[in-house]
Each structure stands twice: as C-alpha cells, then as structure tokens.
C-alpha cells in the first residue's frame, strides 16, 4: 500500500539558514511525489511535483526537491529561509488520481 | 472568482446535529476529494467521487455522507456530529484528463463540534 513519511514533526531553523525536510515513501510503481505547503488558516499550496526525468526539481519560492529511487526519499531543501516560509509542510504520493499524505512537518523560523 | 471554495470557513454546531459544508470548483475537474486535518495524522480522505453521481469512500468514511448531482459540487454531510469529528475540513480537485496532476485545495472549514 501507498504510504508517505514525514519523520520530523517540528523543525526550528534560524532565518538565512538552510533547511531540508525529510520524506519517505513507500509505492509499488514509478511514484508521482508532491510537496504542499499549507501556511496558518490557508489551504495547500502546491510546492513543486515530481512526475519523471531530471530527479532535481525546483519548485516555487525558492524550494527545490530530489528524488532518490534507492533511498525511497523525496526531500524539500531551501538554501536560506526566509521567516515567511514558517508553515507547515505535507509531503504527498500520487496514485492516478487518488493522493496520499504524510503528516507534515511544522517549520518554525526563528529570526 | 475561480478555483475552489468551500463554505463556511468556520462552524460550531451541537452534538448529534446534522450540518452540511459546501464545496464548489470552476474549473470542471472530474476528481473531488474530502479529507480532514487532524494534528499528528496530517490528512485523511474521507470521501471521493471521480465524477458526477459517482463516490467512493476513503481512509475515514464513517459519520460522514457525500453527494454529488453535479460536477462542481460536492457536499459533505455530518448526519449527526459528534465531538470527534470537530476538524479542519478540506475539499480538493483534480483533473483527471491530465495524467498524474496535483490537487487544488481549498481554503477549509474549521467546525468545532461542542
């Protein structure tokens, strides 16, 4: 069964630094992987997708994502955070049309 | 406007009332979904429907019953809340003509259930 991971519930980072945040997955097929960022009182926000080819993706905002088949990871990376990318944070699998979430990952940005 | 609303933003409602949130996109997707934010289970489906008066239930159907007459709507109904299922409610869309899209969301519905 389809299955996403999010292995860090909360992340604290100071503003300008980098930030990487994890996700595992778990698909039989070729996986069609999505980061969403959902910010206080909003809905999701598409961060960037990975359908196939280069497996460096950039996204908006200045997130990009690496897709690692042998390590079944999919991970969200910025260079330097800026406070107004405090918000949380949902990795997704794809399956046709059907979407399965992990359970997201609260960034905090410390100025 | 376009996109995806859903209503209302926020509801109290009693125990064992029941109370239907809206949702309605423009864009003609064919996929809907409702799913409920929780903390520490991030989101989980409820509902789904791949097309007009075609649903299927999801990760967490029970309580909650769906409808869907027409492409762009899809209403949830809690036939009798209870407390449990005070949440953040989401709906979504996709298109399913484009292989292996994202879902649109919504801005949810925040229902407090007393």
């Known amino acids: 069964a389809q299955s996403v991971t999010q292995p860090d519930i909360h992340i604290t980072v100071s503003e300008g630094a980098s930030l990487e945040l994890r996700c595992n997955y778990s698909y039989g097929a070729t996986p069609y992987l999505f980061w969403y960022v959902q910010s206080p009182g909003q809905g999701l926000q598409l961060l960037l997708k990975?359908?196939?080819?280069?497996?460096l993706v950039q996204g908006i905002k200045g997130f990009e994502a690496e897709f690692k088949r042998s390590q079944s990871s999919f991970n969200l990376r910025k260079p330097s955070v800026h406070w107004s990318d405090a918000a949380e944070y949902f990795c997704?699998?794809?399956?046709?049309?059907?979407?399965?979430f992990g359970t997201g990952t609260s960034l905090t940005v410390i100025p | 406007d376009a996109g995806i609303t859903q209503s209302p933003r926020y509801k109290i409602t009693e125990t064992g009332r029941q109370v239907t949130l809206m949702c309605h996109q423009t864009?003609?997707?064919?996929?809907m979904f409702w799913y409920r934010q929780d903390l520490g289970h991030g989101l989980r489906l409820i509902y789904y429907?791949?097309?007009?008066?075609?649903?299927d239930k999801g990760e967490v159907p029970d309580g909650y019953v769906v409808s869907r007459s027409k492409t762009e709507n899809f209403p949830l109904t809690l036939e009798s809340a209870t407390r449990s299922q005070t949440s953040v409610y989401f709906c979504a869309s996709s298109d399913a003509t484009v292989m292996n899209t994202e879902a649109f969301f919504g801005q949810g519905t925040r229902l407090t259930v007393v």
């Open positions: 864009w003609s997707h064919s996929y």
């Open positions: 429907s791949a097309a007009a008066d075609i649903t």
């Open positions: 997704a699998v794809g399956d046709g049309n059907q979407f399965y």
């Open positions: 990975y359908f196939s080819g280069d497996t």
